[in-house]
Every structure is written in structure tokens, then in C-alpha cells.
């Protein structure tokens, strides 16, 4: 079955759970023990069908990548003119030579002396070589794929330890002058917020008969390992880290969003409560504004109501086109809670004003002896970064009652 037809698939089968929901109600809303069992199993369905979606999309862009031609190999003298320390737009790490000597090295236990040569623009303090321009941009890319969050936050990249950012904490106002009255003092408050940089790593573990096979795609690899790796811990401390030594995530008790509603129940959300979350942020937010909530919390609110009696969830008409409610887009992500006592389970806002500082660049080191008793090979990849909510009114959190 191709991509197209599975699509189609998912699509038809929303369309006969909604229709399911719509003809099997009883007369107090809710379905019967037998017809619940049948939703339930119709919602696991469509899971399955989006992560095979997911899955051929995957190996799509695999199939993509392998089938680009190999770069030419080097014919020139290294160090000469042109070559790895020649800057493209200012950029030496962008040259096609900088790129083939970098994985040379990552391949060869001991480079040869011209390779070396090749690299010197590129070494990084603590011993490894930054990665290739070009590489740091997939890299990118791939965190973007496996990180929700990076799609909505807003993202800088500095050079710098520390990057201080001026926030307006109040506005000054106009004021009713008498004729010949004097003017009225009425400043801007201003704030300061500062993003750091913390380093996150992993190590990746490669078998020396693999690493020599001239068919193993070793970059893909790698970028797409580290993506899963590092975005995975990006995204919970984007959620729910403590700033100390990691991210400040939203949902933070200091410094994360604020608290829009508190619910009635520890476990249960209702369309009263959704509606209150949305109008709690100000109407200059809403234009921008996502909702972001646990796949369990999903699962509840599909269920929900308007007064109007229609459902306030709209699922997407089109495959680009998520999911609503009351009009605005929503994401999932495992690293927001499900719905428990005192829990933060829903966020509603513009995550433009949640900042991603990715310090550049990120960095490769081979271990050669580490994982020698195992006939394996050692890399060590590295990225610093930081990220904190520079506007805390800009994001609102339905928090569940706290049990007494």
C-alpha cells in the first residue's frame, strides 16, 4: 500500500469515528461499555496508521538521501589555494573539502597528515573538530523533524556564552492634560532576560566492520541518531526543565507560563474549561496561538462539547493541516503531563515568544580505544544550548485541581 493510500485510509476511518460518535450516543451523551470498546479500538487504528505514515515518510527521505551522488575526491594539494581554509561566503567550515576531510577522519583511526591539515580551521577546544556547515544544517533540520517544540519556539544562533535580552515588563500610558497643565511622567518598564548555554551530548557506538564498509552511510546515521538523542531531551527541558544546568521549560513554576484556569476535577477537563483557557490570553496572542497537551489529554478533549452541542475538537481537513480547536492548531508531545492531580496538561499560546538559543557549532569526537575490547568505535557528538519563556503572558496552562 503506498503513502497516498494510507493517508486516504486515516482519513476515511476519522471520518467514520466521528460519524461513530455522532449515531452511537445514548440518550445522557455517552456511549455504551460495548461501543466505548469499539471507539477504542478504532482510535489504536488510526495511532497505527499514523505511525506507519510516519515510518514511509522516514524512508522516503532515506531512499532520497542515499540516492544523491558522492562528492569528487580531493585532486588538489592540501592548504592550496581554494581548499578547506579558503572561506565560502565567509564561512570555512562550508567548503566541500572541510566536508570529505571531516569524515575521513571520522573513518580512519589515524588520518593521514595532509587530512589534518585540512581540518586545523575546524578544531574545537576540547578536542574533537566542529561538524561541516553543511552537516550542522541537517542536523538541524533533524532535530525540526523529531522536536515539536523547535517548529514553534523561536530560535537564534549565537557565537556568545550569554545572550541578554531586553524584555518590557510595563508600558507607560497617556494621560488628560489641562490646557497649560504639565505633562505626566509615564515610562517603559524595562526587564532583562538572559540565555546561557548547556551542554547536552551523546555518545554513539559503531562496529569497527561496519564503520569500514564503504556502503554504510555513516553521516545519515549519525545526524539522524544524534536528532533522536538530542531532541528528545531538548524537548522535555523545553517543557519541563528547571533551568539549573538544562533549559527553562514552560511549564516551570518560576519563570514558565502562567496558570490561565485551574480545573474543577484533578483528572477531568471540560468545553467551560477550554473556552475559560483560551480567553484568558490576550486577544493579541490568540492570532499566533497553539494548543500543545499529552496524546491522553487529546483523547479526552475529542469527546467535549460546545454549548452549541458541537465538538469543539475539528480534526484536519488535509494532510498539512492540523488538527483545532476553537480555531487554532493542535500538537502533542509526550513530555506534556497527562491529566493527575495538580498537573500542568494544557498549554495554550504563541511559542514565538519562547527563545532557542543553539550555540554554534556543534561538535564530533572519534574514540578510538574507549570501545576497543567490544570492536567498536566511539563518537562523541555535542551541542550547547539554552531556552527560557522571555514572555510569560504569552503563553497560558490549564493546571488540574490539586487533591485535598
Do not use: C
Amino acid at each position: 500500500m503506498t503513502i497516498i493510500e494510507m493517508r486516504n485510509k486515516r482519513t476515511k476511518l476519522l471520518a467514520t469515528m466521528d460519524g461513530f460518535l455522532e449515531t452511537h450516543r445514548t440518550d445522557k451523551g455517552v456511549l455504551s461499555a460495548e461501543d466505548d470498546a469499539t471507539y477504542n479500538s478504532m482510535e489504536q487504528e488510526l495511532a497505527a496508521l499514523t505511525n506507519e505514515i510516519k515510518r514511509m515518510e522516514r524512508r522516503e527521505e532515506i531512499e532520497a538521501e542515499l540516492a544523491k551522488p558522492v562528492n569528487t575526491p580531493i585532486t588538489g594539494k592540501p592548504m592550496a589555494s581554494g581548499g578547506a581554509t579558503t572561506p565560502v561566503n565567509g564561512r570555512t567550515r562550508a567548503t566541500d573539502e572541510y566536508k570529505q576531510n571531516f569524515w575521513n577522519v571520522m573513518r580512519n583511526k589515524t588520518p593521514m597528515p595532509h587530512v589534518v591539515n585540512a581540518l586545523q580551521v575546524g578544531d574545537d577546544a576540547e578536542g574533537g573538530y566542529l561538524v561541516p556547515d553543511e552537516y550542522e544544517r541537517t542536523l538541524v533540520q533533524a532535530l525540526e523533524e523529531e522536536n515539536i517544540f523547535r517548529k514553534l519556539a523561536h530560535t537564534i544562533n549565537t557565537d556568545s556564552g550569554e545572550r541578554k535580552i531586553p524584555v518590557v515588563a510595563s508600558k507607560g500610558t497617556a494621560n488628560w492634560i489641562d490646557e497649560e497643565g504639565p505633562y505626566e511622567d509615564s515610562d517603559d518598564n524595562f526587564s532583562q532576560i538572559t540565555i546561557g548555554a548547556h551542554k547536552l551530548g551523546t555518545t554513539i557506538k559503531v562496529s569497527e566492520e561496519l564503520l569500514r564498509d564503504s556502503v554504510f552511510d555513516l553521516d545519515s546515521y549519525i545526524a539522524s541518531e544524534f536528532a533522536r538523542r538530542i531532541g528528545a531531551r531538548e524537548e522535555e527541558s523545553f517543557f519541563n526543565g528547571d533551568g539549573n544546568g538544562k533549559p527553562l521549560g514552560i511549564l516551570a513554576a518560576n519563570g514558565g507560563a502562567e496558570v490561565g484556569v485551574t480545573a474543577a476535577s484533578a483528572t477531568a477537563i471540560t468545553a467551560d474549561e477550554i473556552m475559560d483557557l483560551y480567553h484568558s490570553l490576550k486577544a493579541p496572542y490568540r492570532s499566533k496561538a497553539v494548543w500543545v497537551m499529552s496524546d491522553a489529554t487529546v483523547k479526552a478533549i475529542r469527546k467535549l462539547k460546545d454549548n452549541t452541542g458541537n465538538y469543539i475538537w475539528q480534526p484536519g481537513l488535509t494532510e498539512d493541516k492540523p488538527n483545532t480547536i476553537l480555531g487554532r492548531p493542535v500538537y502533542t508531545s509526550v513530555y506534556m503531563p497527562e491529566p493527575a492531580s495538580g498537573a500542568k496538561t494544557i498549554a495554550f499560546g504563541n511559542f514565538d515568544y519562547y527563545w532557542i538559543a543553539d550555540r554554534q557549532g556543534r561538535s564530533f569526537k572519534r574514540l578510538n580505544e574507549l570501545y576497543a575490547k567490544t570492536g567498536q568505535i566511539g563518537f562523541v557528538a555535542s551541542q550547547r544550548v539554552d531556552g527560557k519563556l522571555v514572555l510569560p503572558e504569552a503563553i497560558k496552562v490549564l493546571q488540574q485541581k490539586s487533591a485535598s
